[in-house]
């Protein structure tokens, strides 16, 4: 048994629980199970082995020591998954520890199961169970690169790894568990399939910052698609399915921007109030240096063609060698289905849709009736950025998220305080209430307050006594190098 103050990794299989075997025909829940119409990942081996990068294979099959994990020691699981395992003889936490409720699905790796530790009926968790005797020594080999990548996760927007537990031939991961199902699911109960822009706006958004943490940690995701943004009881998406991932060396850097910025110029009056030049108010232009943290695995490079065929980027069709911008890529698709309920490039079978993305021909938009919401111009710019087959030219592809999150599309919203607004109001999406959300996406404060935190901000602008203020577009979680 090894323990570090987070994962719990069972090493005996004296409690095996053979149940895995005894539920599955159990019915799947219909809030998460997946639709059938869910595509499968595709992983193709002809190319790898000639250049895939070294940092793609998994070099052993031992999952690492974690780092701390500071976004989530709050969590309540953890408390309760901790005091299972203390009160244990061994101080471990076993399988006989955790009691499967039902299955939740199967994927090609394992099954997955809604559990609960026995004596703590409040906290649910989903354990993957994989048999790794039905399987061959590549996908063992996407097992471990999952375990890996699971093991070094600490986001919002990401699983946390409760514990790896291994039991006779069963490797078993328990992460958290999302009793809304997938994005593909809930877009199959809206009508048309299509989601509200808002709410495109939502899920979009966290999605680019889950992807942003993973690129920050050299992880190039590759299996980007609504199938696998899980949605939790929250209302917050939770990325899944990282078998498919590859890693890869990142330099973050500190770059310097000069924006010019809209203000109005204002003269204090002998009378000690704020007015503006001539009385009336006059709008000048001004430069501002902003500071943007980029971590950006530019250098990442795979020959091995995965992923799922209607996301799949066109280098990757091509077969000539990918990296981080498959991901950019993907993110356009995704943006695009959930805006119009299909992907661009889809054609009668899998060959012609990958035919279409590996032609020149570029994204095209369906003829809408005249719309006013200029939000729809900006997310077809967003689109269009994205589904640029040039990788030199592809929105993301040279700074990341950064780049991403500074397009009109997003323009008002707090990257910060993303975790605090509110769910989209959705046909099929029943969401908890923490008390703490915001309502709605561009949250406007009440004027006192935003009088106040405008002058906290003056007085820490003035008190470092420095001309370079920070953008809202730095990134608050804790940053790790190369941890995979
Ligand atoms: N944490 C979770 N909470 C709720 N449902 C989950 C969770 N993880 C997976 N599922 C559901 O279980 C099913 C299987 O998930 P899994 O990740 O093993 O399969 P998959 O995504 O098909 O994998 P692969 O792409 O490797 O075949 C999916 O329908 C998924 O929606």
Known sequence: MEEDNHTLIYRQDSDLDLSFTSCTNTTISSSSARSSLARSSLCLSFNESTRISSASVPQSSNIPNLHPRPHRKSDPNWAAVNTAANLSSDGALHLRHLKLVRLVGSG???????????????????????????????????????????????????????????????????????????????????????????????????????????????????????????????????????????????????????????????????????????????????????????????????KSC???HEYLAPELVKGNGHGNGVDWWAFGILVYELVYGSTPFRGNSKESTLRNIASSRNVTFEDEPKCENPSMAHVKDLIEQLLVKDTSKRLGCARGATDIKRHPFFDGIKWPLIRTYSPPELRGLSVKKSGKARDGLVTVMPKKRRWIWKGLSWILMKSKGSKRNLNSNQNYYCYKKNVV
């Not at 530790?117 to 063992?140: C, G, M, P, Q, S």
């Not at 890996?148 to 537990?165: E, G, K, M, N, V």
Request: hydrophobic residues 35%; aromatic residues 10%.
């Open 108 to 302: 090609n790796l394992g099954r997955v199961f809604l559990c609960r530790l026995r004596d703590y009926e409040h906290a649910n968790f989903a354990i993957k169970v994989v048999d790794k005797n039905l399987l061959t020594a590549k996908k063992l080999s996407h097992v471990n690169t999952e375990g890996r990548i699971l093991s070094s996760l600490d986001h919002p927007f990401l699983p946390t790894l409760y514990a790896h537990l291994e039991a006779s031939h069963y490797s078993c991961f328990l992460i958290d568990y999302c009793s809304n199902g997938d994005l593909h699911s809930l877009l199959r109960k809206q009508p048309s399939y299509r989601l509200p822009i808002d709410a495109v706006r939502f899920y979009a958004s966290e999605v680019l910052v889950a992807l942003e943490y993973l690129h920050s940690i050299g992880i190039v995701y590759r299996d980007l698609k609504p199938e696998n943004i899980l949605i939790r009881d929250d209302g917050h998406i939770m990325l899944s399915d990282f078998d498919l991932c590859f890693n890869s060396e990142v330099e973050p850097t500190l770059d310097h921007r000069v924006e010019r910025i809209k203000s109005r110029k204002q003269h204090r009056t002998r009378f000690g109030r704020y007015t503006c030049c001539n009385g009336r108010s006059r709008k000048y232009k001004e430069e501002e240096v902003v500071t943007e943290f980029v971590a950006e695995p530019t250098t990442a490079f795979s």
């Open 306 to 308: 995965v992923g799922t």
